[in-house]
């Protein structure tokens, strides 16, 4: 994807509330979000899971010790077995997908089943305490249910997903464990309740959530465009230009920088309304953009009637021509100005410049000297496009006879 022109994955006022209620954006920005969305969670999921856990343990131990109600043998060896030997493990690995970036790459779906694990282990417990005479069951799978929802940062679409394989585990487990059916009824409507409440709670927050990220992703998108060209503001050309330069140093390239602009500007837009130089600015700026054909080139609004382009790692066989072919696709424009000095028509100068950071050339150092090969342009007389190399100041004059 190209710099030079507005995103085509960011939002709009358009498609926000939409994208919103359907809980999806475009494929980057949603990739995005759900980054954003899993680092704001992941805390509380690594303290969440770290005290479930520390609480299993601890309700292992009174059983273990015989301080809760009295169970036979063999169901307090199963419910043993169920916690340490399958939901522990589960829980653990929960917490490992919070730290290790192997398996947070996969986060959503290890946690998901891992939490159903864990969620189906618990209700095998309370099915197997129900059966043997202690039918009061719903705390821990209200728990499970509450946590696996709620505090693991799940989206909403897998929170519902696991909240129905909780729920429909639950009625299944009772039934197999011979739960009475007036006991199983009414834990299950608790346990459907809960589930209910807690999938709409995290669809609320998941909401909420979108609804600011677009938003602030719009007032982003908004505070780096030049508003009459919707290309990047100065502000951003320094940064975007910096970050490129470094890596361009990494990478052994080198940058071009072209500067355009437009001609006789203020007698136009004197002539012809700010209305029509309004217009004029964005047809040289779409020009423009279309040079930037490459993933990290890109352009920007460099101040007034000026225009900026960069180019990163551009062709070195003939580095003028993509400013020669700026300058005679304005010409073929043939939008009229009466009063230009140099043709019927709207023209433009252009100066640039390329330079890699190994060539000892700063990046402000290349910026100058595309500055300077501007300068010369209009010196012969506007409407010519200079190239000046960085390393060897060769000057490439074009001069253009209008038709």
Known sequence: MSLHGPDPDAPDLDDTARSVAAFRFSPRAEAEYRDSWLRRNLPRARVSTTIYLALVLIVTAINTLGAAAPLPAATLESIFVLRIGIACPALL???????????????????????????????????????????????????????ACLFLGLMQRTAMAVGGVLVGGFFAIGFYEGVPPTDLAFAGAVIAATALMVVLSAGRVEHLARTNFIETRLLNERAERDGLTSLYNRRKFDNLAAILWDQARRDGQSLQIVLVDIDCFKPYNDLHGHQAGDDCIRAVSRIVARAARRPLDFCARYGGDELVLVLYGPSMDDPPAVAEQIRTEVERQRIPHKGSLVAEYVTVSVGSSSSSPESGRSLAGLIQRADEALYEAKRLGRNHAVHKDSSTARTGAFKVIAG
């Open 93 to 147: 690995l929960i917490l490992c997908a919070t730290w290790w970036q192997p398996l947070r790459r996969h986060y959503e779906l290890v946690v998901a089943a891992a939490v159903c694990v864990v969620g189906l282990s618990v209700m095998t417990i309370s099915a197997l305490a129900a059966a043997s005479g202690f039918p009061q069951f719903q705390m821990g799978d209200v728990l499970v249910v509450a946590y």
